[in-house]
Nanobody, 124 residues
Framework: QVRVVESGGGLVQAGGSLRLSCATS????????MGWFRQAPGKEREFVGA????????DYADSVKGRFTISRDDAKNTVYLQMNSLKPEDTALYYC?????????????????WGQGTQVTVSA
């Protein structure tokens, strides 16, 4: 079983930055596309961004384009979500997910393994 563990969430003022990390167990990390999703209270889970298993391509939701950046470090089995210019509407529980040999889908059902999430709260 693959473990996916997010960290780095917290409370930040609007305009600030946070970097989320997602550590994944196992030797096949290089073969996983990694995605970030988020869910705000009372709302459905939504796609934030993803990176292909090769790291050669990334995709972002329109709401975060230009503010969020995904990167991966295969040597550390870790993917990062750098979040800049945070807004109160970015407040949510952020999930990391792994998709075997994926291109980095925006569809959550395509992902094989999920973490428990890390809370991000942006104050006005």
């Amino acid at each position: 079983q693959v473990r996916v563990v997010e960290s780095g969430g917290g409370l930040v003022q609007a305009g600030g930055s946070l970097r989320l990390s997602c550590a994944t167990s196992g030797r096949l990390f290089k073969k996983y596309a990694m995605g970030w999703f988020r869910q705000a209270p009372g709302k459905e889970r939504e796609f934030v961004g993803a990176i292909s298993w090769s790291g050669g391509s990334t995709d972002y939701a329109d709401s975060v384009k230009g503010r969020f950046t995904i990167s991966r470090d295969d040597a550390k089995n870790t993917v990062y979500l750098q979040m800049n210019s945070l807004k109160p509407e970015d407040t949510a529980l952020y999930y990391c997910a792994a998709e075997i040999l994926g291109s980095g889908s925006s569809i959550d059902s395509n992902y094989d393994y999920w973490g428990q999430g890390t809370q991000v709260t942006v104050s006005a």
